[in-house]
């Protein structure tokens, strides 16, 4: 079946880069497009930004610009998040996830497959 | 970016109940709504997509409806189980945006 796994989780000082991997299992690596998705301590979903795995297409929510950047690496089917110049406000747990079936940009039906979260902890 | 609003913001409800939680997005979004269960320390599930189609393997005391900007998520009799956090999302553009929760205790 169709699975993100996750990397551990990771402590980083303020203005320090972060790199959480989601490795994919399951299905063509390239079908699907692979959205990241925050949620800091006792709050609410934040979607970050989406990639495209089969051409590297990119789009990131306004706020990240200039300090996110998705990767793919097809060849291990893993997909990375890039989270640089860390402030106390970028702690929370981070996830990856895709809708099966869809690679278009905007998930219009959903996330159905999430990774297991990253715990990005910055102090 | 459409502002996702939902109430309420926490709810406390007896195993047995019918609940109804509503969200409502700052433009039409005509039904590209989605509905999410999450629990602590767990990734979100999806629930219903497309403001009232159940996802796979979801028990069908969920349901959902609405269009344009108004929708609701109705959980037919809680089961202990459906105790969590709810969420919407709209899937009609970019960023796509999640409601704020809410949180569904047992009374």
Not at chain 1, 69 to 78: A, E, I, Y
């Amino acid at each position: 079946q169709v699975q993100l796994v996750q990397s551990g989780a990771e402590v980083k000082k303020p203005g320090a880069s972060v790199k959480v991997s989601c490795k994919a299992s399951g299905y063509t690596f390239t079908k699907y497009g692979i959205s990241w998705v925050r949620q800091a301590p006792g709050q609410g979903l934040e979607w970050m930004g989406w990639i495209s795995p089969y051409n590297g297409n990119t789009n990131y929510r306004q706020k990240f610009q200039g300090r996110v950047t998705l990767t793919t690496d097809t060849s291990s089917t893993t997909a990375y998040m890039d989270l640089r110049s860390l402030r106390s406000d970028d702690t929370a747990v981070y996830f990856c996830a895709l809708r099966e079936g869809w690679a278009a940009l905007v998930p219009r039906n959903g996330m159905d497959v999430w990774g297991q979260g990253t715990t990005v902890s910055v102090s | 970016d459409i502002q996702m609003t939902q109430s309420p913001s926490s709810l406390s409800a007896s195993v047995g109940d019918r609940v109804t939680i509503t969200c409502r997005a700052s433009h039409t979004i005509d039904n590209y709504l989605n509905w999410y269960q999450q629990k602590p320390g767990r990734a979100p599930k999806l629930l219903l997509y497309a403001a009232s189609r159940l996802q796979s393997g979801v028990p069908s005391r969920f349901s959902g409806s609405g269009s344009g900007t108004d929708f609701s998520l109705t959980i037919a009799s809680l089961q202990p189980e459906d105790f969590a956090i709810y969420y919407c999302q709209q899937g009609y553009s970019i960023p796509c945006t999640f409601g704020q929760g809410t949180k569904l205790e047992i009374k």
